[in-house]
Every structure is written in structure tokens, then in C-alpha cells.
């Protein structure tokens, strides 16, 4: 009866694959609903949302509130809009990023290749750096800062944000690196390759997936960040603090539309990498080092 | 002094020693071949050699230079691992004189030296291919050229054939022999198969526990087994151990042996040494190949000496039949013809060629004939 079973089977799969259809498309439906209101309402005149429903498209489009909050929304006592801000939080970001993404991939690559007395104990406490509270090191990481000259401006937010990401970025590149085989690494030395040489021609070429990992992770966390940059901004405050300060003040009417507008701005950067990086998650880079 | 020298290295990690002493030296153009079974240090000897792993005590040198504690791109030594090893992120090409390139070779002569080896090895139509591209054969074959292009005084082999499947692995043998008669130059080859040991070596170390048993050629090792252990692990099947006891018949000293039925046979020794052992127990060691059909029985051996035994099992294998018989209260293997005319569960001639017997000490297990 071989058949009658392969029918059966066939049908309840229908079955099945219908309503995981139907599950992920609701799903879909629920996480993009807050974002259709939020686009929607930043490109409508203030008076609509104001005299209307929030889920109806706009009658008059307009970029207006777009406009004003990049560019002349009142932000704190000043009206520049969130452009200097969004570029503070450029300033940090790429750096942090960048800084905190390479030493854990150094870190990661000395772990597992370079074996040492001591070294698992090292990576248990890099691990620990992951569980530590922000609020705990506010006033000693205040006080370092301003021991070296580093407060209220972005290095010091930059060398913050290297210092609490180097623990995550370290734990990517370890596990990653321990299931790359060490022959390859013997097989490099061999060839006369140094300790560097070996990083950046052997080790980094094959780290795109989890180098897409640590940016996507690294970004959106530095990038949302709200503590440390309302503790260490300075006058250089990012973008987090900033669309804090056009949407909380307290004075004058209430321009959702603006608001909208700038939430989506704070947003969009780590938008940007999921969509730009994503892809690469999935591309097999380490095909064909050994036997396959 | 040998062309390599390994001599009194020892190896420890910790308190615990996994090489005692260990004394080789190779000559230039020998092919000399580790195999052990797992965990025999047969690998870490083989990474000592390549700087992989540091000498806890004792020498090794490359044409005279003692390499303690030299890096090992330094030593004039390529590899081919079991893995291969390849870069994944580098084409065939790249792959070959990544090597070369490290060590400051200029493009030209890079390229020169890529387009003759990859023409020695067939390759060419493949420099341009990564190696997630290549199949086991193929990739095995890069492996090899990116050892060759570095034109190295020694090569090292690390198990390079374990990952093929069983015809490659017979053809790539093949190709390796060839390759070294051909170049004629000084390899040294780990593997646990006792078989691409016999069929490449001009020498081979068995080793077992951290210790070499016993370092000779093919022959040697194979015919005059210095000790139990590479006995039973050099050939396949392995050689019969029956338990015997030596009595003087006339003056002559014979192996008395139990058949399958319990009753005593005695097979006369061609070794005139074993007449000191008149009396004693030893172990009698016999090849398949030389427990045979009478017909099939070596005709240049002056000592064939005919016992009837109940067959228990036979087992046809194409160009052989393998027979499993009783004799001295242990299973033991006889090969034969394939179309001998044996049926298991019947009474059987079978032909011992006395002069391959091996005997051993019971107690230290070492040969003590031939």
C-alpha cells in the first residue's frame, strides 16, 4: 500500500504548508503594522492625524515633516533639526564598529590557533564583559573618561562602546574560528606565513558570515544605544538622545507627523545593514577547504 | 649520519611520554613510511619533523643542520595533510604558490614553477578552479603540487589517502610511487594502512605504544617480524600465532601442534637454532599464504609438511579462497587457490610451508627464529 500512504502524506503537506503559510503571512502582518502607521503618518499634515484615523493613508501627501526633522525640528534649546545629530551618531558608530568588530576577530583567531596557558580562562572573563549591566560602570567609565581626556565626546563614546562590544565580537570569532580546521593554519605556516599573514589572507577571507553576524549586531547596538550617549554625549549627542529630545519636549503642540518622521530616521540606518548584509548570512564561504 | 636524522627524540606532554628515544635516519631519496595503529605517535613524529610540535629531548637535522626549534617554513620541508588543507578563499593556482609567494619568490619564476608541476600532476586545466570545485581526486592531486612547487628537501605525508575512496586511494598509491621514482626525492609517510606501507616504502618504521618495533624494508618487516606485535599487524590477513611446543624427533627439532581433533601433530623446523629450545613452549607463527592446498604449496621450499584438519568456514574472495580451520585450540587462516576443491565442514590436506614459519618467546614476544 505504498501508494495510498504517499497520498495521504502528500495532502496532510498541504495541509500543513498552508497553514504555516498562513501563520508566517499574519506574523508578517503584526510586526509590519506599527511601521505602515508610522510611514503613513509622517507623510500626512498635521491637522489629519490630529482630526482623524491613524491607519488611513493621506489625503494631501506631503514630505514637510520630513523635512523639518531632518533639518530645522527643534532639538534641546536649538533648532537644527536631527542632521548633526544623525551624523554624531555616524561618527561613533563606524569606528565602534569597525574597532570592536577587528579585535574580536584578532581576539578570536588568537584564542583558537594560538593556543596559550590560560586561555580559556581569558575568554570566561571576555565572556563576562557580556553580563555586566550597563548602569554599573556609568560612574567609574565617567570617571576613566574623564581621567584621559575622553568625556563628553565621541572617541570616548567610540572607545565605550569598543570596550562593552569587544566581549560579543570576541565570542562570534572564537566559536567561529574553533570549527575552522587548524591544518590550515599549519599547512600556512609551512608556507612561510606569519601570525598576521595567516589572519589576513587565510582566516578573514573565509569570516564573512560571522563578520555580517558582529557589524549587524555591533551597529544596531551602538546605534540604539540611549545610556551611554545621554551619559557621555557631551555636546556630541547621537541620534538616540536627540529624537528623545524632539519627541519629549514639552512645550509647544505635539508634531507627530515630525515625530514620525524622525523615529524613521533613528531607524532606518540599522534597517539599511539588515536588509544590505542579510544576504550574505546564508553564503557558504568555507566549501571546499577540507575533504567535502 | 643520515641524510634526516632523528636521533634519541623523545616526546612528553607534561609527565606523560608518547616517543621514547626514537632513532631513525634517512637516507636521501628513501621513502621511508610511520604506520601504527591510533595513537601510536606515528602523527606526532611526522609534525616534529615538520616544527608543528616541539622536541622534548633529543635531535632532529635536515642535511645536517639540526632543526630544534626552527620555524618550520624555515626547515625546506612541505606537507600534504589528510585534510589537504587547501585555502578555500584561493584558486588552485594561488593555492600552489602561496608558498613561494611568502617566501619572496618573484611572479615569474612562480609561474614557471606552477606550469611544471601542475604539468607533472595534470593539473593544468584546473589552476583557475577553487577548491569547493574540485573532486577528492583532484583536490588531493593540488595537495601535492602545492607540496612539489616548494621543490623542499623532504616531503611529509600525513595520512594523505585516508579520505579517498578505496579504487582512488589504489590508484593515487600508484601515482605517488611513481611520482617518487621519478623525482627521487625523501619522503616520509604516516599511515595506519599496512598495506600502502608495504607497496610504498623503501623502508618502514612500525610503531606502536611510542615505540618503533621494528625499522627495515618491506621484506623485512614482513618475512622476519622482530616481535609479536608487527607480526599480527603487517599483512592481511594477519599472520596465525598457534601456540606449539618444541620436541626433538630424531635429532631434529619439530613443532608439536594440536589439531582440530586434539590429537598432536608435529611439523619439523627448518631453523637449526630451535633445537635450543627443545622441551619449551614458544608461539609458531604462520602466514595465510603459507598454510595452503598441497597443490598450491610453494614448489622451491624444501620443508612442506602435510596435516589433515577439519575446514570450518570458507570464505571465496575471487583471486584466493580463504579457509578458517582449528589448530592449536585458536581460528586460524589458510589461503588458497580459488578453485581448490574445499568444502567447510570436511577433512582437508593442508600444506604448511615450514620454512616461512616465524617463531616467538611467549614471554617477551620477540622472534627468536628465523
Known sequence: ?292 | MGFLDISNVTKSYGNIEVLHHVDIAVDEGEFLVLVGPSGCGKSTLLNMIAGLEDITSGGISIKGRVMNGVHPSKRNIAMVFQSYALYPNMTVGQNMTFGLEMHGVAKPERDKALADVAKLLQIEQLLDRKPGQLSGGQRQRVAMGRALVREPDVFLFDEPLSNLDAKLRVDMRTEIKKLHEKLKTTIVYVTHDQIEAMTLSTRIAVMNDGYVQQLGTPKEIYDTPSNLFVATFMGSPAMNILPAKVSMIEGVPHAEITNGAGQTASLRFSQANMADWAGKEVLLGIRPEALTDPEGADRKSRNIVTLQNAVDVIEPAGADTFVTTTLGDVAVIARMRADSDVASGQMFDFAVNMEKAVVFNPKTEKRIAP
Open chain 1, 1 to 292: 500500500m505504498a501508494a495510498a500512504t504517499q497520498d495521504t502524506a502528500v495532502s496532510s503537506g498541504k495541509i500543513t504548508r498552508v497553514f504555516i503559510y498562513l501563520v508566517l503571512l499574519l506574523s508578517a502582518l503584526f510586526y509590519l503594522l506599527p511601521f505602515f502607521v508610522m510611514v503613513v503618518n509622517s507623510l500626512k499634515p498635521l491637522d489629519e492625524i490630529t482630526g482623524g484615523n491613524m491607519m488611513a493613508l493621506p489625503q494631501t501627501w506631503t514630505i514637510e515633516p520630513w523635512l523639518k526633522a531632518w533639518s530645522t525640528a527643534q532639538i534641546g534649546v536649538e533648532a537644527t533639526g536631527l542632521k548633526p545629530y544623525f551624523l554624531n551618531s555616524i561618527l561613533m558608530v563606524v569606528p565602534a564598529v569597525v574597532i570592536s568588530t577587528g579585535l574580536g576577530a584578532l581576539n578570536g583567531y588568537v584564542l583558537t590557533k594560538w593556543r596559550f596557558r590560560g586561555d580559556t580562562i581569558l575568554f570566561g572573563l571576555l565572556l563576562f564583559s557580556c553580563f555586566i549591566p550597563f548602569q554599573i560602570v556609568l560612574i567609574p567609565m565617567a570617571t576613566i573618561l574623564g581621567k584621559i581626556g575622553l568625556a563628553g565626546s565621541i572617541p570616548g563614546l567610540v572607545l565605550v562602546h569598543v570596550v562593552y562590544g569587544v566581549g560579543f565580537t570576541t565570542l562570534y570569532y572564537r566559536n567561529y574560528y574553533a570549527s575552522f580546521p587548524n591544518e590550515l593554519v599549519r599547512a600556512a605556516m609551512i608556507d612561510g606565513a606569519g601570525f598576521f599573514r595567516i589572519f589576513w589572507r587565510i582566516m578573514l577571507p573565509v569570516s564573512g558570515p560571522i563578520t555580517v553576524v558582529s557589524v549587524i549586531w555591533q551597529f544596531t547596538n551602538v546605534w540604539n544605544d540611549f545610556l551611554f550617549g545621554a551619559s557621555f554625549g557631551g555636546q556630541t549627542q547621537p541620534m538616540t538622545v536627540a529624537l528623545n529630545n524632539l519627541v519629549q519636549s514639552s512645550t509647544g503642540v505635539k508634531e507627530y507627523n515630525v515625530h514620525f518622521a524622525g523615529a524613521i530616521l533613528a531607524a532606518l540606518p540599522t534597517l539599511l545593514v539588515y536588509i544590505v548584509a542579510g544576504r550574505y548570512f546564508v553564503r557558504g564561504l568555507m566549501a571546499g577547504s577540507v575533504k567535502g
